[in-house]
């Protein structure tokens, strides 16, 4: 199948490069073209990595021979399935999924990799809501087994199944979810990264102490700072204020430390900066 992924950033290339791994021929399109030479030699060293592992069924050569790198939208007219993953910015999503609708076959699937804007409120600037819905893929994508299928009030039953089948045989291990703020996994996520950076900001316990008791007491991966660290301080910021502003609830108010520190540049792994130092 032809599979076109628009914006080019840390997820659409791991998008894309898990749909080249299944089998798919892949259209990467970005506006930056600095984007798409970082996503190709990403994509190279990812494999790499995979390939060292022993988890390739085939050559490195033959999964880059099957992505195309575009910076033009009108390149996704050949594509049965379009996944949006430009900036998390409503205006952005909304040109951009205009442009894809004037462009893509009437018959392809549109899904958005949203983390936080509603999938009825984007269904708007899509020509055939019935086959538009959310594609929450997690990163690093190569890696993780989760992508939240989010529908919308629209979005069509066989639309819903067909892409439910095209996740499960590109490796991934969906879920569902009905399209509020958060959907699934943020909306449980971020109120327990919220309280860890209260827990810290009120001295209660080291921010170390805070991910240990994860870790060792709940066998969580990582730490609620550690986690927010990785995501991006400034993207748990963002999330947060959207989950208060639906939801109205002050159980997502954003913390007064976490603003603090997103203001001052400390964004977590991306800056070397955060909870942590990273260097
Ligand atoms: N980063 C994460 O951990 C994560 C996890 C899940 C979902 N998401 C979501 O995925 C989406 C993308 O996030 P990201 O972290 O990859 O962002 P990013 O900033 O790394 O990449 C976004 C890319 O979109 C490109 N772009 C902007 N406008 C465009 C247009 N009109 N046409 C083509 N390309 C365009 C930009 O040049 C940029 O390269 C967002 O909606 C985000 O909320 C991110």
Redesign the pocket.
């Known amino acids: 199948m032809n599979v076109s992924v628009?914006?080019?950033?840390?997820?659409?290339?791991g998008i894309g490069q898990v749909f080249a791994q299944a089998g798919h021929d892949v259209i990467l399109?970005?506006?930056?073209r600095n984007?798409l030479s970082s996503a190709e030699s990403n994509i190279k060293e990812s494999l790499s990595r995979l390939n060292r592992k022993g988890l390739l069924k085939e050559s490195i050569e033959s999964i880059i021979g099957r992505i195309k790198y575009s910076?033009s939208?009108e390149d996704i007219k050949n594509s049965k399935i379009i996944i949006?993953?430009?900036?998390?910015k409503i205006e952005?999503?909304k040109?951009?999924l205009e442009?894809i609708s004037k462009h893509a076959d009437p018959q392809a699937i549109i899904g958005?990799?949203?983390?936080?804007?509603s999938i009825n409120t984007l269904s708007q600037y899509v020509n055939g809501k019935e086959r538009f819905l959310g594609t929450?893929?997690?990163?690093p994508v190569p890696v993780m087994k989760l992508v939240e299928i989010i529908t919308s009030e629209r979005t069509d039953g066989k639309v819903v199944e067909t892409i439910e089948k095209v996740m499960i045989e590109i490796g991934k291990d969906p879920v569902f979810s009905k399209d509020f703020p958060g959907f699934v996994s943020n909306r449980i996520l971020m109120p327990l990264i919220r309280e860890a950076i209260l827990t810290f900001e009120q001295g209660v316990a080291s921010a170390a102490d805070i991910d240990k008791t994860f870790r060792l007491g709940m066998n969580h991966p990582m730490g609620p700072l550690e986690l927010a660290d990785f995501?991006?301080l400034d993207?748990c910021y963002d999330v947060l204020e959207v989950l208060y502003r639906d939801y109205g609830d002050p159980r997502f108010k954003p913390p007064i430390t976490l603003k603090n520190m997103v203001t001052a540049g400390k964004l977590g792994r991306k800056s070397s900066e955060g909870f942590y130092t990273y260097r």
Not at 29 to 32: A, G, H, K, P, V
Not at 112 to 117: A, G, L, P, V
């Open positions: 628009v914006g080019a950033g840390t997820m659409g290339r399109i970005d506006i930056n984007v910076s939208l949006e993953a430009v900036f998390e952005i999503k040109e951009t442009i958005t990799n949203t983390s936080s804007i929450h893929f997690f990163n995501v991006g993207v």
